[in-house]
């Protein structure tokens, strides 16, 4: 029987269950527990001992009974001998580890003085569901989440539930997993989708998963159980965890899951199916801007188009900014006279709130640096220009020109090479690029990214370009040689995985829609073949005599108290950029020290530590003409 209706309460079948205790055979009426035993693959005698159970937990006389046959008052609940004795159909096989009643864990058993004697109750997911109260375990409950489906969804988050729901009514068996950015996104469209059909989602996350293989195959049991009862379905966020045992906890369970993670994963033998989450465009993304913004939209406008061509949008990040406009400008109508710029607030409350992943990975440069800090020849400044027209304007060329289309989406990634010698200003040509965008810059260091271990090189370079795609983040590899360096021929598996390691890195270069930058102190040491994969290469050079000065000119800030400092002079020692500054900071201190404005005497006495750093020594030509 399938509809609800069709079935009696289930305290009308007591009285049949307490009559085979005293020998009879009375069918009792159609009630939950026939329709648990269907779901389970349960015979008679397997409905008989649900119903048995039932009886002992909720009806006192029920209870009583139990104590009476058992000739100990403090035996209340049924053993599987007084079943086996009593009940009608009674059969041994169905106490099989492999039979449904012990493979779902439907019955607890206390086996310590032998299976026959041992007392058993019902689990009390199964209780719940008897009595039409369907839930999860303790033990699972503990762990998991349900999920609330959302009051409303973003666009690409429908279009990914209308998916989940069309793959979840027609092949109801299959595995899905949703791949690509926004986990939250993927676990509301799940949950919208499963809404529909009355179906609850469970949400937890694969790093909670235990190791031990004993442990995984309970567990897997403890789920199969709870989600035939509870009618519902198992969502994994699989962004963090190791991916084994996902893989066997998915072979075991033995159910379709709904899996979250930024690439497709082997999942043993599970049947599955790849949904991605849809990346809107700048265009698609402003109605939702719009409408989440209320009355701060009208004075966005050009605000709310930079807002959606740079930063994926969510729900959850318009209504941030919305709270922080509320706040920092609570009239937008009538803004009052000295008010903060709306477009900053929501421009920089946007970057805040969507930088978190990103915290844990790589160090945020910060910086207020500006084009005037930058001494360069004009070529290098005017290609560093262009690279800022580019990722400005990018959504304009992209989507509304149409180039993304031209191209199939490949290629929309903005890769840049900063060479040249340290200290030559490329942390520095970074921060400005930052800085002049609004955007945050991110330090790594692929040298720490690269690992011996086969496959980890590629995780970890995957978790930081899905964090940076939620908050357009530039991106600043330093030690561009660790993977870029010039290759030779393969001659192991070793050498193969590093190309691999390689390949996926440009993949991610072009594919991601911010700025990538790599750095290296040797042009020369980087593979031919990668450059040509690159859209700009600034070349920094060591300072020339003029360059030197000019950065001299402009290294103290105007609040330092200074003497008589020759600028030639200063810049005929050989130092470059970051080398003139750390001199330059290290004179300051010197100077506030003694109490003296900062002269060319304690400039020297910095460039003397500075060149003992590197094991160098001042010149004569560099020297000539210094009162020493």
């Known amino acids: 029987m399938s509809a609800a209706a069709d079935f009696r309460p289930l305290a009308e079948a007591f009285p049949a269950v307490a009559g085979w205790l005293d020998g009879g055979t009375a069918d009792p009426p159609p009630t939950r527990a026939d329709a648990i035993a269907a779901r389970f693959g349960l015979d008679a005698f397997g409905r008989n001992l649900l119903l048995l159970g039932a009886w002992a937990a909720l009806d006192p006389s029920g209870g009583l009974r139990m104590a009476d046959l058992h000739a100990d008052p403090r035996r209340s609940v049924p053993s599987v001998g007084l079943a086996l004795v009593k009940l009608p159909g009674a059969h041994w096989s169905a106490f099989g580890a492999d039979a449904p009643i012990r493979a779902f864990a439907l019955l607890r058993i206390d086996g310590g003085d032998g299976l026959g004697a041992a007392p058993f109750a019902l689990a009390e997911p199964v209780l719940l569901a008897l009595v039409d109260a369907p839930s999860l375990g303790e033990e699972l409950a503990l762990q998991a989440r349900r999920v609330d ?17 069309l793959r979840a009514e027609g092949e109801p068996g299959m595995t899905l997993q949703l791949c690509g950015p926004d986990p939250l996104g993927k676990e509301q469209a799940a949950a919208a989708a499963l809404a529909a059909s009355g179906r609850p989602l469970y949400a937890i996350g694969a790093a909670m998963l235990p190791a031990a293989p004993s442990d995984i195959a309970r567990l897997a049991q403890l789920w199969r159980r709870d989600l035939i009862l509870t009618g519902g379905k198992l969502f994994v966020d699989a962004a963090r965890g190791d991916a084994a045992p996902l893989a066997l906890f998915a072979d075991l369970l033995r159910r379709p899951l709904i899996v979250a993670a930024p690439d497709a994963l082997l999942l043993g033998q599970a049947p599955t199916v790849r949904l991605d989450m849809p990346r809107l465009t700048a265009q698609e993304q402003l109605p939702v801007w719009q409408d989440r913004l209320g009355p701060y939209a009208k004075r966005l406008n050009g605000t709310i188009e930079r807002l959606a061509s740079h930063f ?11 709270g922080e406009l509320a706040v920092l400008a609570p009239d937008a109508a009538r803004p009052a006279k000295g008010a903060p710029q709306l477009d900053a607030i929501a421009w920089d ?56 289309k031209r191209s199939g989406g490949r290629g929309l990634g903005i890769g840049v090479l900063f060479s040249g010698p340290s200290g030559a200003g490329k942390t520095l040509a970074g921060e400005i690029l930052g800085a002049e965008l609004g955007l945050d810059v991110y330090r790594i260091d692929l040298s720490s990214m690269v690992s011996k271990w086969i496959g980890e090189t590629e995780k970890n370079l995957r978790r930081v370009f899905d964090a940076a795609e939620e908050g357009s983040a530039i991106l600043q590899f330093d030690e561009a040689d660790a993977l870029f360096g010039k290759r030779g021929e393969v001659n192991d598996s070793r050498d193969r995985f590093a190309n691999i390691e390689v390949s996926y890195l440009l993949q991610r270069l072009e594919e991601y829609r911010g700025l990538s930058i790599l750095t290296t102190n040797f042009r020369s040491n980087i593979d031919s073949a990668f450059l040509r994969r690159l859209r700009f290469i600034v070349d920094f050079a060591f300072p020339a005599h003029a360059e030197r000065a000019e950065i001299w000119r402009r290294i103290f800030p105007e609040a330092t108290p200074r003497g008589d400092l020759d600028v030639d002079r200063l810049a005929q020692l050989n130092l470059a950029g970051g080398s003139i500054r750390n001199v330059a900071m290290a004179a300051a201190f010197a100077a506030a020290d003694r109490g003296e404005k900062v002269d060319m005497r304690h400039v020297l006495a910095a ?5 003992e ?16």
Do not use: C, H
Not at 607 to 611: D, G, Q, V
Not at 618 to 627: D, I, K, M, P, V
């Open 312 to 322: 994926p949008v969510s729900p959850e990040l318009a209504d941030s900014v919305a």
């Open 349 to 404: 409350a946007a970057r805040r709130f969507a930088r978190p992943r990103m915290e844990d990975l790589a160090r945020r440069i910060e910086s207020e640096a500006a084009w005037d800090d930058l001494v360069l020849p004009q070529g290098q400044k005017d290609v560093l220009r262009a690279i800022v027209a580019q990722v400005r304007n990018r959504a304009t060329v992209y989507e509304s020109w149409g180039f993304a």
């Open 613 to 628: 750093k590197s094991g160098r020594s001042l010149t004569n030509a560099e020297l000539r003409g210094w009162a020493l």
């Open 149 to 165: 489906p959302p009051a409303d969804l973003s666009p690409s988050r429908r279009r990914l539930s209308d998916a989940i729901r």
């Open 607 to 611: 460039a003397r530590l500075e060149y």
